[in-house]
């Protein structure tokens, strides 16, 4: 299995002329071993983000060339493994997060894992659930930093891009170029105070190429849900963008007329925020797989 | 039982000075008998919103006073039961709803209900999950038409005001004024076509009036969790002051500092949206119980 590592390539921007430094097949299973979100810089709570260099952030390890991929294509990138590392932390500052202004001072907490359990104190501790926090491809036509969500993925923050589910990307250049990285140990909904549990960690995923289904932005598969991801400077354009983008799949999808799946998304596809602070915001429309078996075409 | 019905007491506005109709007591158990939010005027697919007086919609049954409360207490609603009629529907508007810019004409679908499942068509059928959509109290200081959410309540449409459910109101005013209505047989956070399936119903509650917690805003209770509501015109303005009550209670109620509650929160307690339509938007907070088990004085 082929492996690549944030030692063979590290970046902090998606653009559209990337170099890959490894390349894939389509249908082949290989691994990313990332960096947390900080670059391991963080490993007390003495180190708190004001120390940081914000261009030296939210790195992902690639890219990788994904052979044949074309320019409208869709990359359905399949979660096989997270595996992260023994400790992770949280950090908050003023300015950052969903209550920057009432954050006096930076702050940071480091979380050790006791197996699949974070440690959050004596009192509370938390079954894990790992997913992938930044995993994007080059975009169409402007420089996003690794900081940013969009419609080519980036900084999507959303907790159901886990073990087990997968992501579909649009491909916007030859040969995709897929970097992933910012791993969470535990997240919720909002990412309210700024960051996850940051851990580095490797990533296993098998990716492949679809001619099938057209995108114009993220979507994530669950065992029992679509969703579709839009990010957005505000939640509510990106609540509106997801909603739109997630009638319209549902429309084609269950071949209904689109004010029936408009009004149908009304009582059986939540809306939902995937992170509120990115700086750009995330919204997710989760359509139920009863009501639409596959992605249409 | 006391019941109160629409025809007893309806208002279109929750103000500061509203007139009861009616009077419980703390620990009462009652039932409001409620029209659906358009009044009974949707009949059939040739009735559309765009007919319909917009003063006149939205009503709800009330208000009823509740003995012994004061500014300062709070109110918890238990809702005991909804019952629902036997058909409801759904509603779509230009420039109404998430989508209301994409919306060519007005439209209206009869939904009826095969018992416990909402038949949105032949080929699909949803088991309904009734609540309350509006359920409000004497404001502060000013007057808030039932078309919209506020810190009184009113038009929350928080799918998880349901059955076995609590909602808990901060009271401004003596007696307290209760209303409530808009129920809907089934809606999904965002209610993003802006109607659920609209039906008339009878809810009955169980009212207390508390007096140890301190609350600014609604707060729904369900077995598991805690939701700290807030609405205001954004969402992302929901999505902070939802957040922050949030956070507040889970330091008070867990004897967290506020740094630890806020990254606590971040990794274990989901941001979410009730409604994007309303025409503030409402978001909640989720608690789960395991984190904190009480509300805080």
């Known amino acids: 299995m082929k492996r690549i590592s944030f030692e063979d390539g590290l970046i902090y921007s998606f653009r559209p002329e990337l170099a890959s430094v ?8 290989m691994e990313f071993v990332c960096q947390d979100s900080c670059g391991g810089l963080i490993r007390s709570e003495k180190d708190t983000l004001d120390r ?3 261009n030296r952030v939210n790195g992902a390890t690639g890219p990788v060339q994904v052979a044949d991929s074309r320019p409208g294509d869709v990359l359905r990138i399949r979660i096989k493994q997270i595996q992260v590392a023994r400790e992770g932390f949280l950090s908050i500052l003023p300015k950052a997060g969903v209550l920057g202004d009432d954050v006096p001072e930076p702050k940071t907490k480091m979380v ?5 359990v974070a440690v959050f104190s004596k009192g509370v501790r938390l079954p894990i659930r790992p997913h992938v926090g930044t995993i994007g491809v080059a975009p169409r036509d402007k420089e996003w930093t690794t900081f940013y969500p969009g419609d080519h993925g980036g900084n999507l923050d959303t907790k159901e891009i886990s073990q087990g589910h997968a992501v579909y990307l649009p491909v916007f250049q030859p040969g995709a170029q897929l970097a992933m990285g910012d791993i969470h140990a535990l997240m919720a909904d909002g ?3 700024v960051t996850g549990i940051e851990i580095a960690g490797r990533v296993r995923v098998q990716v ?6 057209s995108l114009h932005r993220p979507v994530v598969e669950t065992p029992k849900e679509w969703m579709a991801l839009a990010s957005a400077p505000t939640l509510d354009e990106a609540a509106r963008l997801a909603t739109r983008d997630g ?3 549902l429309s084609r999808g269950a071949k209904l007329p689109w004010e029936d799946a408009y009004m149908l998304a009304s009582i059986a596809c939540d809306l939902r925020i995937s992170q509120a602070v990115d700086p750009w915001r995330t919204a997710k429309l989760v ?7 596959h992605l249409p075409a």
Do not use: H, N, W, Y
């Open 191 to 193: 990412e309210v105070c």
């Open 112 to 116: 050790p894992l006791d197996g699949d």
């Open 247 to 249: 009638v319209d799949l």
């Open 52 to 54: 940081l260099d914000f």
């Open 287 to 293: 359509i139920p797989k009863t009501l639409m078996r």
């Open 208 to 213: 492949d190429v679809l001619r099938g289904p």
């Open 22 to 29: 490894a390349t894939v097949q389509s249908g082949e299973t």
